[in-house]
């Protein structure tokens, strides 16, 4: 019986991102995204959560094969790439800030995507883009005086061009992507897409402080369990739309791959 | 840059247990074990949860080849090893039947501690035994009725005997053991052993109902979130008193086993 088990570690579900990723397995204040999809996927896919705070989409170039597993450690079944909060942040122009422009971090996104040690896998890793969130300015300004900080600048406009360059990616390269962005806006009532045009955006200081985005924004920045909990039926919505063999619900449990009888099975 | 960073995956926390593990990434009620560890770990070691709902000892010696991968491909820095649960199972008496013998749930324990296939890993993983639970009866035996079964038999005073087993598994290993069924008794005010000397245990139906045994069992026999709580605490203790270089504050993070700068650290 053991020579005929699967060996070895499950194929991956690899959450890669900045701080959102990373504190999605953080139960403190409720329900965690990367738990969620762990428990969805028990003993079906491992979920891999390489979340780091800070980083941007240069960083993540970067460090991108010290993530990946070599294909004969591990598969990678799902990657998630999730950046742009980082990127968008507009200061302070120092040599080391967050900031990356649009051009670049498209290029980036482009770069990651396309990564010889991604095509390395066979079957390819299903990649799935996820656009930054907005941003809560009223509140995040208010933290980031408390904080000391005179010149981190965030602005849900400029965040909106770093959605918008997610999705332009996903689709020049047929990329499925889950806009946390505008899926987070209509949350507040703005269908009108990335570019303010004379109305002022909620999420922005003019439209006033937004409370169905600071209900699902923590600080302003980071999600929110309510937050979490969108951004996970999102991404299972996005499978099931793209790739409906690979629900939870389609997959196999390694507890199906082999062929042992316990009693409530056989009763 | 790429070239001096570690590749692959991170060493492996692994779970190996039956339902309580499985369990133990559901949030549905709150607390999350096995998510709250990944959490503790994050950058530094991969939770991986390989809990099967209903299996035993015997179960998991059969299985065990299919749920280490090679050395190749992840070192297993810890194991968790935690059955028992059903291994006590008193019916029904059949062929399938969940119950295994104090005797063989002893020797499977030495069997998986031992397998050549751990010992082929270098350093050898830090196993953890984990005791079952307790049992509250009076809550179990309701809803089992109220379930249709007519055979099951869990009772504390024999769940108290596989915790002793373990513990003298643990003993005569040398290997740390997480008394789950002692600290939770405790709890419930008994400290007087897995044996009963007269006085009924908590958790029997002639002590009554325990309303703090009911606080930690969800349905008597799995575990609540203050379970599970319970359940992180004594682990992380017995990590931090028997390898105090691994605990999550003593392990390095990936994200400091390499030489990138960001604006934060440089302002």
């Known amino acids: 019986m053991p020579s005929q088990l699967p060996v070895g570690p499950l194929d991956q579900f690899l959450l890669f991102g900045d701080s959102i990723t990373e504190k999605s397995n953080d139960q403190e204040h409720g329900f965690a995204f990367a738990s969620a999809l762990q428990n969805a996927y028990m003993l079906k896919l491992d979920v891999i959560n390489r979340g780091f705070g800070g980083y941007n989409t240069n960083n993540a170039v970067e460090i991108l094969p010290a993530i990946l597993p070599a294909p004969s450690q591990a598969r990678v079944r799902f990657l998630a790439i999730f950046f742009g909060a980082n990127d968008s942040n507009l200061g302070p122009p120092l040599v080391d800030t967050q900031y990356v422009s ?11 995507i396309s990564h010889p040690l ?5 079957p390819p890793p299903r990649v799935i883009l996820i656009a930054p969130p907005p941003i809560e300015e009223t509140f995040i300004a208010r933290e980031d005086v408390k904080n000391g900080y005179t010149e981190v600048k965030r602005y849900n ?33 703005w269908v009108g897409g990335y570019h303010e045009d004379g109305v002022p955006m909620p999420g ?7 409370d169905v985005l600071k209900s ?5 920045l980071h999600l929110t369990p309510a937050g979490y909990k969108i951004m996970f ?10 790739w409906p063999d690979q629900t939870p619900g389609a997959l196999k449990s390694l507890r199906d791959l082999h062929g042992l009888k316990f009693w409530y099975e056989v009763e």
């Open 233 to 242: 039926e999102e991404v299972l919505k996005v499978i099931g739309e793209n």
């Open 216 to 220: 699902l924004l923590d600080d302003g």
């Open 102 to 112: 649009i051009p670049d971090f498209t290029q980036n996104l482009r770069d990651l």
């Open 204 to 210: 922005s200081i003019a439209a006033g402080f937004s």
């Open 118 to 122: 991604i095509a390395a896998h066979n």
């Open 157 to 189: 406009r400029n965040t909106a061009l770093y959605a918008e360059a997610v999705t332009k990616v996903g689709k020049e390269t047929g990329t499925p992507v889950v806009d946390l962005w505008s899926v987070f806006m209509a949350k507040a009532g």
